[in-house]
């Protein structure tokens, strides 16, 4: 302790104390605990000024400016200071860090010093009334403040929440939206009527959706009025943009359980209409709708629908990766989603399918139908339908597709609907791929029995026949391709997968973080790395191959016309009534 | 050279090669031929026969009894049609006494005992002493062997004096690049334009030409049959007709001895075209037509592309096949009905063939090409001369048409003026609208077919087509070629541009207004009917010339369909 203490004095007075700070801070026995009360212990005493030294502290290649910020956010607390160069200091650093989530904690611990003396709401609120340079800083102000008179505090908010300057208007209204609510109703009587005057009177997006953060903290302080809260809400979504859609899925993503039926509502009329480019809206939106699955997965389900087939149509399920992560996990709500959504003949839908089973989740995922999702008055025709469904989406997971219509024929009693639903498993499924699929398809037969059996094994027959035939054909030189033909094609195939490859690697999370090498000799690579003795130590890595297959339908070259117009056909047909 | 001709004279085998192409070696060695193969069986054991000098010895009569590849024992006394004693003993008793023409009576008798490979020991012994028995008064026996036939074939036709030296070389290359159908076809295309050109030569050096492209063509041929792949054989054939054609036009309506042997010369080298195409068909396309799948499969192409050109290859092959089948049946008359029945059959069986490989190769729906009209047109004629094929050939059109639009629309590989592979790989480049009417500037697959449409009556496909052409086609010029007064002198060698595109087709307009608009034109233009093909009745030429250089082929064949729809009495 003893060596910190002359250390940071020896640093504020040689000017270097930042230095100081960061060089403890990276130093093994770092103890954060010991550092924050040994520097505000100093700053109390007056042997240095943290504040003072840490106002001056910019980025600098150096020193890590997030974790000097840092320092001082658990050392502020335990500061004593006049209010004026806190503030000075502290605006310095959040305005550095972009004003983003880091500087959050810096923000807290502002609120933190100014709770701990009553005095210093009131100074520093002053001293921003004064010099609109430290605006930014009058929310966190006021919370501390409401933190210790909540009336007093609401009703300055409340006052600068009406002021006619917007950029004091919106600040205010944010820290109505974090403040510690009285529990007096008059004051929230005068808060109603002021978000209600904003939603009428402003147009600026920001601003409605820090009414919105407002209206929902009170909902949260006072239910009684309830109807009041969501037509306040209803009426800054109506007039507001993407920053009110993106605070209302914020309420929406974060208190789904919370909600009432009609806020829920509410709120759910409007998200529709957000765009897919708004990650972060989406996923909170995601979030709101994973807080269902397990225990309401049909209300989930619903939810999801409706996003995916609002007028917005760059919402894809992808967007929604907390909730296909979620659904991937659970195999019977997957099947029951596939089953539903291709049984609407919805194209979203479907499409949503595609991306569920097939896009990232691992080729060939083996999907079942779920008949409780079917019409059993209508089940054969249906489950053609779907069949055909299933082969136009999942046509390049032809072992999902396989294993849908395969579970598919288990619900079917009619032999002509079971031949149907084989003959297109024949064709197009496995005429077009001979491999996995047929090798699946091959183990289904064998496990199968009764009328399914006798249809796999139909089916099977009919494939084999046909590549038999292809196989009884001679080797024809005089058919095949030139060889200036083959090596156009062949430059044009590499330079297509060197590109592929390339655009691979630039998406890469690991060849961010890494240095790439090339090896151009040998199967293995030598490395020394150097301890911190200056030792080095022999590194040998083997390299091993890593190698990808995959299949390509034969129609694809044979009839691409053909193939595509079939698939075309199965996705877009829909069920006659 | 000598071990290439020898090489390729050991490997006929077939009646019909050795005995074509030995009486254009006696020709050019000096003898009068009066005698050659034809049809059937032969003249009382006699393939071939000439009289006249070789060489310093008196004139003779020489009777050739052929046999192809090696002499065995089974060749010498077996089956009586194609054994060998058989034949000679009929020479003696009957062709001598009672067929040989009588300005050769009392002439020396030479019996040319000519295998295109050896006579094995086997057989000596036997025939060493039937020639001793019937060697008597002015009849004496000659061998000539694999050996001594490339001798003379070399010195009469091939010798560095009558061939130049490159003429060898592309030869050698052609040969050795086989197994690279493409390659061996430049060079030997590259050979036949240095063989074939005798504009400036003289009957002698002319004939010799000719027997000399026919020469090298059969040794092609043999050689890509050993391979055991057709396909430079068959294209080189196609070529070698063409410029030899050119070169029998000089020779039109005359009767010397020239024009006489650049006619059996050229027939020699129709049958090697025909005897090409017949392996080519017979052991690439035929036996598979009726597999699903079958033939494209058999492309063994890395990509669509390379199916669907060999496919409209192949396809345009069979129906040059059928063309040929269907003109043998015209050019037969009423004497010789079996071969006019075989040939009608074998059209029938073209048509078959043909729509076998549309229904059982799906590729041929939908052509990447536009010049893929070429060979649409070519199957088109074939199945509308077929009765049973009506149905289908509307069905095709309809078919080729539909899948065009919708690829189009949906911008799948639909047709383009493209021509080159590479740019092929790349089309089509989705999004990128100004490059979709930049590849479909201009059409004559989409006025054949209207026209088509609207020989046959079918109606729905054509209002179709005008209706896609004002709604996606309008930038698009629909056309069609016509020859013109230069076309006789390029459209066999293909050595410069010629003929006249007829633009705007009304395809928009009742079909009587389009049939009108582009048969006026055939009516006007008295082109097509002086090309030397159309005069002598050889018009497959003209659609070989326009299926090899890629040229439309000309409406003026359609005339009949066009008489026959306006006055179907006349059909």
């Known amino acids: 302790m003893k060596n910190l203490k002359k250390a940071l004095v020896d640093g504020f007075k040689s000017g270097t104390l930042l230095e100081t700070v960061y060089a403890r801070y990276l130093h093994e026995s770092y103890d954060e605990d010991a550092l924050a009360t040994t520097l505000a212990a100093l700053h109390n005493e007056s042997v240095i000024d943290v504040i003072d030294a840490f106002g001056a502290l910019t980025k600098d290649p150096s020193m890590d400016f997030f974790a000097l910020t840092y320092v001082l956010e658990i050392t502020l607390p335990k500061i004593m200071s006049p209010v004026d160069p806190v503030l000075g200091c502290v605006l310095s650093l959040y305005r550095q860090s972009g004003k983003d989530m880091s500087a959050g904690g810096l923000i807290d611990a502002f609120i933190t010093f100014c709770e701990k003396d009553s005095a210093r709401p009131d100074e520093a609120l002053a001293v921003i009334e004064h010099n609109s340079e430290y605006l930014d800083l009058l929310g966190p102000t006021l919370i501390a403040g409401s933190r210790i008179d909540g009336e007093r505090y609401l009703a300055q908010a409340l006052r600068l929440a009406d002021s006619y300057k917007t950029e004091v208007k919106r600040r205010a209204l944010f820290s109505l939206a974090n403040i510690t609510w009285p529990n007096a109703s008059g004051s929230t009587e005068s808060a109603y009527t002021l978000l209600e005057k904003i939603v009428a009177e402003d147009d600026d997006d920001e601003l409605l959706a820090t009414a919105i953060r407002a209206a929902y903290s009170l909902l949260r302080h006072d239910k009684s009025q309830e109807p009041r809260i969501i037509q306040i809400m209803d009426g800054a979504l109506i007039k507001g943009g993407e920053q009110s859609l993106h605070a209302a899925s914020h309420v929406f993503g974060f208190h789904t359980r919370e909600l009432s039926d009609s806020l829920f509502n509410g709120l759910f009329s409007h998200l529709a209409r957000v765009p897919g480019v708004n990650q972060g809206s989406i996923n909170n939106i995601g979030r709101g709708i994973s807080s269902f699955l397990k225990t309401d997965a049909t209300r989930a389900i619903e939810m999801l629908e409706s996003f995916l087939l609002a007028p917005t149509d760059d919402v894809t399920i992808e967007s929604f990766d907390s909730v296909l992560s979620r659904v991937r996990n659970d195999p019977e709500l997957v099947n029951r989603i596939v089953t539903r959504w291709f049984a609407s003949g919805e194209q979203v839908l479907c499409e949503a399918v595609r991306q569920l089973i097939g896009a990232s989740y691992g080729a060939n995922h083996r999907v079942q139908v779920d008949q409780s999702e079917l019409a059993q008055s209508n089940i054969e025709k249906q489950s053609i339908f779907i069949a055909r469904k299933a082969i136009g989406y999942l046509f390049f997971n032809p072992i999902s597709a396989a294993s849908f219509i395969i579970s598919l024929m288990h619900g079917i009693k009619e032999n002509a609907v079971l031949d149907e639903l084989g003959d297109l498993l024949t064709n197009p499924l496995l005429l077009n791929f001979t491999g996995e699929a047929h090798e699946y398809v091959t183990s289904c037969a064998a496990e199968e029995t009764g009328a399914v059996q006798e249809a796999l094994r139909k089916s099977l027959l009919a494939i084999d026949e046909y590549i038999e035939t292809l196989r009884s054909i001679d080797e024809l030189p005089e058919l095949h391709p030139s060889e200036a033909q083959r090596e156009t094609y062949h430059r044009k195939h590499t330079r297509e997968m060197a590109q592929a490859m390339e655009d691979a690697e630039s998406k890469s999370v690991l060849l961010s973080i890494v240095d790439k090498q090339v090896i151009l000799y040998g199967r293995s690579s030598i490395s020394y790395v150097y301890g911190p003795d200056g030792n080095s130590t022999r590194v040998e890595i083997p390299m091993g191959l890593h190698e990808t297959k995959f299949e390509l339908p034969r129609l694809g070259q044979i009839d691409p016309f053909g193939l595509e117009y079939t698939l075309r056909i199965f996705r877009s047909e829909q069920m006659r009534a | 050279m000598k071990m290439i001709i020898r090489e390729y004279l050991a490997s006929l085998r077939e009646r019909g090669e050795l005995d074509v192409i030995l009486p254009d070696l006696l020709s050019q060695l000096g003898l009068n031929v009066f005698s050659r193969p034809g049809h059937g069986t032969r003249q009382d054991g006699v393939d071939v026969a000439a009289v006249g000098k070789i060489g310093k010895l008196p004139e003779k009569v020489y009777l050739f009894s052929v046999k192809p590849g090696d002499l065995a024992r089974r060749d010498w006394d077996g089956a009586p049609i194609q054994s060998l004693r058989p034949s000679l003993n009929e020479i003696l008793d009957a062709y001598i006494p009672t067929r040989l023409p009588v300005e050769h009576h009392g002439k020396d008798i030479v019996i040319v005992i000519c295998v295109g490979g050896d006579i094995l020991e086997q057989v000596r012994q036997p025939l060493e002493g039937f020639k001793k028995k019937n060697t008597k008064g002015n009849i004496t026996f000659e061998e000539w062997n694999g050996d001594h036939l490339s001798a003379l074939i070399q010195s009469s036709f091939l010798r560095a004096n009558l061939l130049p030296r490159n003429a060898r070389s592309l030869l050698r290359k052609s040969l050795a690049m086989i197994d690279e159908p493409e390659s061996a076809y430049r060079h030997f295309s590259a050979l036949i334009r240095i063989l074939a050109d005798t504009e400036h030569y003289g009957d002698t050096k002319r004939v010799r030409a000719i027997r000399q492209i026919s020469i090298c063509l059969w040794i092609l041929f043999v050689w890509s049959r050993d391979a055991n792949n057709m396909e430079s054989a068959y294209r080189s054939s196609e070529v070698a007709l063409l410029h030899t054609w050119h070169i029998v036009g000089h020779y039109a309506g005359k009767k010397n001895k020239a024009a006489r042997a650049v006619r059996s010369t050229f027939n020699s080298i129709l049958a090697c075209h025909e005897q090409s195409y017949t392996d080519y068909l017979g052991k690439c396309v035929t036996p598979y037509v009726d597999k699903q799948h079958g033939i494209s499969s058999a492309v063994r192409g890395s990509n669509s592309l390379d199916i669907n050109l060999k496919l409209f290859d192949v396809l345009g092959r069979l129906a040059m096949h059928g063309i040929w089948s269907y003109w043998g049946a015209e050019m037969a008359d009423e004497e010789r009905l079996q071969i006019k029945q075989q040939c009608r059959e074998a059209h029938r069986e073209s048509a078959a063939a043909i729509r076998l490989l549309i229904s059982n190769n799906p590729a041929l729906f939908l052509p990447v090409k536009d010049e893929q009209a070429i060979d649409i047109y070519i ?193």
């Open chain 2, 379 to 571: 199957a088109a004629l074939v199945l509308a001369l077929d009765p049973d094929s009506s149905g289908d050939l509307k069905f095709w059109l309809s078919e080729l048409a539909k899948r065009s639009v919708l690829a189009y629309k949906s911008h799948g590989k639909y047709p383009c003026n493209l021509n080159i592979y590479h740019e092929l790989l790349e089309h089509p480049k989705i999004g990128d609208g100004k490059y979709q009417k930049r590849v479909t500037q201009g059409s004559i697959l989409y006025p054949m077919i209207a026209i088509w449409a609207a020989l046959l009556d079918y109606d729905e496909l054509y209002e179709n087509i005008g209706k896609w052409k004002q709604e996606h086609w309008a930038h698009c010029n629909f056309q069609y070629w016509y020859p013109d007064e230069a076309s006789e002198a390029h459209i066999y060698r293909n050595t410069d541009a010629h003929g006249a595109t007829l633009s705007n087709i009304c395809v928009d307009r009742p079909k009587e207004d389009l049939l009108a608009q582009v048969f006026q034109e055939c009516d006007s233009s008295p082109h097509f009917n002086q090309l030397s093909a159309v005069r002598f009745n050889y018009f497959p030429l003209i659609l070989i010339a326009c299926r090899h250089y890629r040229l439309p082929v000309p409406l003026q064949i359609l005339q009949g369909f066009r008489e026959g729809q306006q006055d179907p009495e006349t059909s």
